[in-house]
């Protein structure tokens, strides 16, 4: 038996390779087909099954490309109905893949048709336990995907249903593989680690702890934040089907010459700089948007820009695929094309950014100036600078409404990933007079600059 994760950090999404005698599964797979592909060649082995979880919210996956591409069967668990061929499989039904089995366990909560898959070795004894979307190391799935269909209040009650009979029940030594990791948008505050143990959750999870049924709801939907607006076009089309890979990107990596690029951005495409933030505050496109591909690119794409929005790409040169691949994981297919030669490729004026470090702050440079916190509310509750405001990137541009833009601004976030990205969408906006922090928030307390930590907070 061999088991292999597949982590996807721009995503936190995990794969898995499961292997026996020659026969192979994929449990939700990404939308590329090649790293499966590749893996099971690598290994002589041919894949069997290709197991989803759910119909996911947060990234196209690669199920439908992959099983024409190897003959393998598509499994979903029960209440599942996409509209295409798969094999809906029944609760605690069994698929043997060589020596070892893989049982199905119906989970709903996260959504009705919730599935987990529990892997029994060559001996049958319980192994581990794919949970997608059910079960995350710390944490659970939002149940708050079917607004208007099912109450998260409903959802929340499922999966406490689901935790307490089917998850709870498993060995303590079962190794809990789930299908997303730090920084998705599917949990609240997923832990760090990628795997874990259902010993380790009972003990450390609170939605695995004794508790009642309402006090469960209660804490599972307590500050949930609002979910992307991609994942909700993500979960129809996992639904519905799509387009191949290879057509997606064969039809939408095309070069532009500066004129044709100019030309869409005329018409109304949104120019999508995807180069690091080091390198785009030294000169880009006036009002194009920087979100970097060495950060949580897909997952920033989707929550700030609309899905069906016309895009243009910036890029590094010999990135133009790949930025057009990531954006094609969730769901994001309206690339026009684009600039050749990069940035070099721009004829026109170019806009700048400007970063300060923290040293120079301490020393008083932009004393003037408001602080912009724009983390992620728990990154902010547990800690952040002294009289700064926070003004969270999800949130932008729309929560910058009370913003004085005569005034000077100083940005941060964790590293200057994010921050740079706040930046290009209020200068879109109409801000000019924005201040970056050059490694962000880590920096700033290794300076020593005033910082309001959890304890005074509360």
Known sequence: MYVEQLYTNCLAEAAYYIESEGEAAIID?????????????RRGARIKYVFETHFHADFVSGHID??????????????????????????????????????VLHTPGHTPESSCFLLLDEQGKEYAVFTGDTLFVGDVGRPDLLDGVMSKEELAGMLYDSLNTKIKTLPDSVIVYPGHGAGSACGKNIGK??????????????????QTR?????????????????????????KQGYEPITDVLDTHTKPLSYEAF?????????????????????????????IGLNGQFAVWVGTLIPIHQPLLLITTVGKERETVLRLARVGYENVIGYLEGGIEGWKGTLDAAHSVTAEELKNGKFAQAEFLDVRKPGEWNTSHLKNASFVPLSDMPANTSTL??????VLYCGGGYRSMTAISLMKRAGFSK???????????????????SEEVAV
């Open 193 to 210: 680690e990628t795997f874990s143990t259902i010993g380790e959750q009972k003990k450390l999870n609170y939605a695995l702890k004794d």
């Open 404 to 409: 004085d833009k005569n005034k000077t601004y």
């Open 434 to 452: 924005l201040v970056n922090v050059s490694g962000g928030f880590s920096n700033l307390i290794k300076e020593g600059l005033p910082v309001v």
């Open 262 to 290: 100019v030309t869409a951005m005329k018409t109304g495409a949104m120019v999508l700089d995807t180069r690091e933030a080091t390198q785009f505050e030294k000169g880009f496109i006036p009002t194009s948007i920087n």
């Open 66 to 103: 992959l099983a024409k591409q190897t003959g393998a069967s598509i499994v979903y668990g029960p209440t599942a109905n996409p509209n295409y061929a798969v094999v809906k499989a029944t609760d605690e039904q069994v698929f043997t893949v060589g020596k070892v089995k893989i049982k």
């Open 29 to 41: 797979p990404l939308r590329e087909t090649d790293p499966y592909l590749s893996l099971s060649s």
């Open 214 to 238: 309402d006090e469960f709801i209660r804490k599972v939907t307590d500050g949930i934040l609002p979910p992307p607006k991609y994942f909700f076009e993500d979960a129809r089309i996992n």
